[in-house]
């Protein structure tokens, strides 16, 4: 049997893994914010062509997601398996996270050029670092109970990062830039950047690593097919998917929203938030409140049935908004509070339920690749942010939008259908998906006992 005060987590060790997806959450909402914007409203990249290139850098994620998650799987060092990626990985992320927005004057034919270059070694990075350090989440401790935990922290401060975005980024590009809202974003990432680099050391510094690695007798392939035979694992990552595509469209067309659609002029409507600060930091006080609520519930109802409860209140608080005046703030607010409520709920959930898959699949086959089957949530929110940014795009280009200038009917209710009806109608297919989940309560427990007892003694089973 395990030794129940050795795979206790303290407190120090729990913010110490929980505020290492601050820098992800930073990036992702940053990007979901400020990218399409910047290099199509700013720099006059046609919107199709950064929906294209989102759309290719995905495909790449297809390959560099689980083929990281297999490395760090079979990574033996005397700091871990996956430990070492987010130590060596840091300076990485935060260079080439900046990058993006720190291009010099050029043609907007080059501009692409440098987004496809600096978003896809961004994201490079962001692969080398967040699937091993999701990797760590299940093996940080073998117990069900004490990676919910920890996923809580983790999910509270991936919320957090909403909340900076919201309330310091928006001001900050607007004290930083001036006159210049280009130079304004690149400042603001820099800042970001830069934490990013001190809370992963923070990060390696404070963890540990309690499972320990079993040989590794199988070649990737054969865990890859063995993966690719698991039903659960196909329907949390499709979940996850259409649920973080809802959110990034929403957010990736919400500037466009603001100041088109609603005729906002980015001044202050509550202390020192305008509109768009004030709907950011409200989805993510939503997701915080999410993530609290689901990590109460969970213990009681079954994971599945709160993803689709949540994916339900996402779609109320989307379509309440779409109904209330565009001049009520303070409703549109609430109603995207409850979004954020909702999307709480999927973060974390969906990301708990990956560990459970990566226990299920060791209990099952005897194959430990943790950071392969979790390699799908990192996967599914780069996909998901991909395709939330690229869809408006699409839509923008196909119904006349133009930069910088009055938009016609047609691109307002392009506009409008991006940031609305399109991340309402995405999340129906996510709930379906989570009908087909069947790793309950009860399973996941016998799983724990039975590995607690061949982690003991591996001649037991």
């Known amino acids: 049997m395990t030794n129940k005060t050795h795979d206790k987590i303290r407190l120090r060790e ?7 997806d601050l820098p992800s959450g930073l990036y992702l909402n940053f990007f979901g914010a400020y990218l399409l914007y910047f290099f199509v409203d700013l720099g006059g990249v046609a919107p199709a062509a950064m929906g294209f290139m989102l759309l290719i850098s995905r495909v790449v994620d297809a390959v560099t997601d689980p083929l990281m998650g297999a490395l760090s799987d079979r990574t033996r060092t005397r700091w871990g398996r996956y430990r070492p990626y987010i130590l060596f990985g840091a300076v990485p992320f935060g260079i080439t996270g900046f990058a993006i927005f720190a291009a010099p004057p050029m043609s907007v034919g080059w501009l692409l050029v440098w987004a496809y270059v600096t978003y896809g070694l961004a994201m490079l990075a962001f692969t080398a670092v967040n699937v091993p350090y999701s990797g760590l ?4 401790s073998p117990l069900a109970k004490e990676r919910a935990s920890v996923t809580a922290f983790r999910m ?30 690149m400042l603001t990432m820099a800042v970001f950047s830069a934490l990013a680099v001190a809370v992963y050391f923070t990060t390696f510094a404070t ?26 694992w196909y329907v949390v990552a499709i979940s996850a998917i259409f649920g973080v595509v809802s959110i990034a469209s929403r957010a990736a067309t919400a500037r466009f929203y603001f100041k088109y659609v609603a ?20 989805l993510a006080l939503g997701q915080i409140s999410g993530v609290l609520i689901a990590y109460v519930l969970q213990r009681r109802f079954e994971k599945a049935h709160l993803l689709i409860a949540g994916g339900a209140l996402k779609i109320g608080g989307i379509t309440l908004f779409a109904l209330v005046p565009l001049d009520a703030v303070w409703l549109q607010t609430f109603s995207q509070y409850l979004v954020g409520i909702g999307f ?31 390699s799908a949530s990192i996967f599914a929110v780069k996909i998901g942010m ?4 690229a869809l408006p795009g699409i839509v923008l280009s196909s119904t006349g939008y133009v ?3 009055a938009q016609s009917a047609e691109a307002l209710a392009g506009i409008n259908f991006a940031f609305a009806i399109l991340p309402a109608l995405i999340l129906i297919p996510a709930a379906i998906a989570m009908l087909f989940y069947r790793l309950d309560h009860k399973t996941i427990a016998k799983v724990e006992r039975d590995l607690s007892q061949r982690r003991a003694d591996p001649q037991a089973l």
């Open 263 to 282: 005729g906002d002029d980015g001044a202050p409507v509550f202390l020192f938030l305008d509109r768009f600060g004030l709907f950011l930091t409200a």
């Open 137 to 140: 989440l299940g093996v940080i």
């Open 156 to 185: 509270f401060f991936s919320s957090f990062a909403g909340i900076m975005v919201g309330v310091l980024a928006t001001t900050l590009v607007r004290e930083l830039g001036g006159s210049d809202e280009a130079r304004g974003i």
């Open 14 to 20: 729990k913010l110490g893994y929980g505020i290492g």
């Open 403 to 405: 930069a910088a200038e």
């Open 344 to 374: 709480g709920f999927l973060m974390l959930l969906a990301f708990s339920m990956f560990t459970d898959i990566a226990e299920y699949i060791d209990w099952k086959s005897g194959q430990q690749m943790t950071a392969l089957t979790v």
């Open 386 to 389: 991909g395709l939330g940014g």
């Open 207 to 232: 963890t540990k690593e309690r499972i320990p690695a079993a040989p590794s007798n199988t070649s990737i392939r054969s865990d890859l097919k063995t993966l690719l035979r698991t039903g659960a």
